[in-house]
């Protein structure tokens, strides 16, 4: 019922586009359209068992944007989806609305003044860090630019300031295509083939940047919220009735900032960091078992990553790059959340959304210590390689980052090495293919075989 009443909405969103042009009702001159279909293959492999997995998903896309002048305009995109999973022998027929919004620019164009840029509708919300928030939400962004000196002055140490704000919702999203994971309550929901939208959210993002400050770097402050808005919520001390509840509602706080720029020459570096407060309701140990009760646990964590990169463009634009990232953990935690806290305040780090470049072992950051070696060059505008290597770590010996096949009682703090190979080759002006390799090797801290990753993903653009 989900799949198809999503599709459904899709369907009738893309056909009123297509009506509103063949009607005249929106001129075809201030009228970009386009489209785009692509077939991705997903093939892994355990290379000690022989266990194959195989996935394809197909998708057709069109988008429109309509012109109100040059730099305002409504954009509309959206995508039917046919995804085929070999292992339950299952076809999964979706549709989607990625973008509906329109993009007001209000600025004086004769003078370099303040300019304020605005968004209204459905767009993809992230932290300037990209780190704690990346997903469509539906709402608000505010981008509100103000100089802070005229041409010619090259002394000035913040020559401008860049507030941006922005507010949006989960709540009209289709449960398929939501990508939180804070709870249990969100994860009941995308079993739950009868749960259209996913679960209700509100999402609060408030950022000063200051662009170019003391010889071209850039200073980033910024503040996020989520606030659970589900209506099914317990309060502490109430007993679990039945063992199918998933109530958990959980809001969270955080704080933070970046510092990005140019060290010298080619060198480059990007380093931050973000503090999170949150609070969960939750049954006693995460146990929704007759009887239990719900009780309340805080979360206070952090988070630190630095980053460093060469760049040579001369020579077919290469980028080395080094990245390390470390999540905060909880000592005493059974599991990889919050409900699994056993004493005081828990203190493993968690994100609003799910983060990670890695192709097969993806972890989250409570207690991950992750390590990245990049290489990437792009000759022309046709091709693109890069090689990723990925180092993955816990700093201490527990549960970590929401990884399968942790061995229970193990003392080792190494988990594993990745590497993965990404070719980016376009064809022709329409036709494009990527292709993707993986490898995984996990150290005895995880009960998991060799792991290999096979990924061909070919798109056509009309």
Request: net charge negative; with cysteine.
């Amino acid at each position: 019922m989900k799949k198809l009443t999503s599709f459904f909405f899709t369907k009738c969103a893309l056909f009123s586009l297509v009506l509103l042009i063949s009607t005249g009702l929106v001129p075809l001159a201030a009228v970009d359209l386009g489209g785009n279909l692509s077939t991705l293959h997903n093939a892994t492999f355990d290379l000690d068992d022989n266990i194959v997995g195989y996935s394809n998903e197909s998708v057709a896309e069109l988008w429109a944007r309509f012109n109100i002048d040059q730099a305002n305009y409504v954009s509309i995109r959206g995508n039917l989806t046919l995804e085929y999973l070999l292992d339950s022998d299952t076809i999964i027929f979706n549709g989607d609305l990625d973008e509906l919004f329109i993009r007001l620019l209000f600025a004086d164009k004769a003078a370099a003044g303040p300019s304020n840029l605005l968004v209204v509708g459905r767009s993809l919300f992230t932290d300037t860090s990209g780190v704690i928030l990346s997903h469509k939400l539906d709402g608000i962004q505010n981008t509100l630019t103000i100089p802070l000196s005229q041409p010619g002055d090259f002394d000035v140490v913040f020559p401008s300031f860049v507030w941006k704000f922005s507010a949006g919702t989960s709540a009209l999203l289709f449960n398929h295509s939501s990508g939180f994971l804070l709870n249990a309550a969100d994860i009941a929901n995308l079993l739950d083939d009868t749960k259209i939208l996913a679960v209700p959210r509100l999402l609060l993002v408030n950022e000063f940047l200051f662009p170019r400050f003391a010889g071209g770097q850039t200073l980033a402050l910024a503040g996020s919220a989520q606030i659970d808005l589900s209506q099914d919520i317990k309060q502490v001390g109430d007993l679990v009735a039945d063992t199918t509840e998933t109530s958990s509602r959980i809001n969270s706080l955080y704080a933070g900032g970046h510092l990005k720029g140019k060290i010298a020459g080619p060198l480059f570096y990007e380093a931050g960091g973000y503090f999170q407060y949150a609070s969960q309701i939750t049954p006693v140990g995460g146990t929704y078992s007759i009887g239990n009760a719900y009780e309340q646990i805080n979360t206070l964590a952090g988070m630190a990553y630095l980053n460093f990169s060469l760049f040579f463009p001369e020579a077919a634009n290469l980028k080395i790059g080094i990245e390390s990232i470390l999540g905060g953990f909880d000592a005493d935690a059974t599991g990889s959340d919050a409900s699994s806290n056993v004493s005081g305040d828990y203190s493993g780090f968690s994100t609003i959304t799910p983060r990670g470049s890695s192709e097969i072992l993806i972890p989250q950051l409570n207690n991950i210590s992750e390590s990245k070696l990049s290489l990437s060059i792009k000759p022309d505008e046709n091709l693109r390689i890069a090689l990723n290597s990925y180092f993955f770590a816990r700093p201490y010996d527990a549960e970590a980052g929401g990884i399968s096949g942790l061995v229970n009682g193990s003392q080792l703090y190494f988990l594993g090495y990745e590497a993965d190979l990404k070719v980016d080759l376009r064809i022709s002006s329409e036709w494009g293919l990527s292709f993707t390799y993986g490898f995984f090797a996990p150290s005895e801290a995880i009960d998991r075989n060799n792991e290999m990753l096979l990924k061909l993903e070919l798109n056509l653009g009309l």
